[in-house]
């Protein structure tokens, strides 16, 4: 299974559970960061999987723009799955859910949606990880790999 893990960070969390789920995934699975994506590489995958930080409710300008490179169809028969880092359920009612948004966006040039979109904590602006948050990155890693089986 070809699978790219494209990511934001600002402060290096969102980073940990990209790798974090990289690292469970394994095989050919490159985590790479959004400015160091070839759209092209989109063509050749089975599974993408898309990760920001929360800002404002919505993904970062650069997934943002990630996101909008995408060419309409060019997700047809790729797996997608989106996730994020936030501060609290408390912010994510108020402001609304990144992960969310990266799926509808995913979904919206014909990726399938394996698992739900699901969001990591970080204990402030700048982190660290809510303990235990990597290794539920991982649980969530190898769900994907289960509903790829
Ligand atoms: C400008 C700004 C806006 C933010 N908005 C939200 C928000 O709407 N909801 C939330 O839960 N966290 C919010 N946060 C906290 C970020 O989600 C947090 O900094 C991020 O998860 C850290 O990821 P990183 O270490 O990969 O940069 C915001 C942080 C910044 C700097």
Do not use: C, H
Not at 99 to 115: N, P
Not at 132 to 149: H, L
């Amino acid at each position: 299974m070809k699978t790219l893990i494209v990511y934001d960070s600002v402060y290096g969390n969102t980073e940990k559970i990209a790798n974090s789920i990289g690292d469970t995934i394994g095989g050919d699975t490159r985590v790479v960061r959004t400015g160091d994506v070839n759209i092209s590489e989109l063509e050749s995958i089975d599974l993408l999987i898309v990760g920001s930080p929360t800002y404002g409710g919505s993904p970062t300008p650069l997934v943002q723009d990630f996101l909008s490179g995408i060419s309409e169809s060019s997700l047809k028969d790729t797996s997608i799955a989106a996730f994020d880092t936030r501060l609290s359920a408390k912010f994510f009612k108020i402001f609304g859910n990144a992960a969310k948004k990266i799926d509808k966006s995913l979904k919206s040039k014909g990726g399938i949606s394996i698992m739900p979109p699901e969001g990591f904590l970080v204990k402030g602006t700048k982190g660290s990880l809510v303990e235990g948050e990597e290794e539920r990155a991982a649980v969530w890693a190898r769900d994907i790999i289960s509903s790829k089986m």
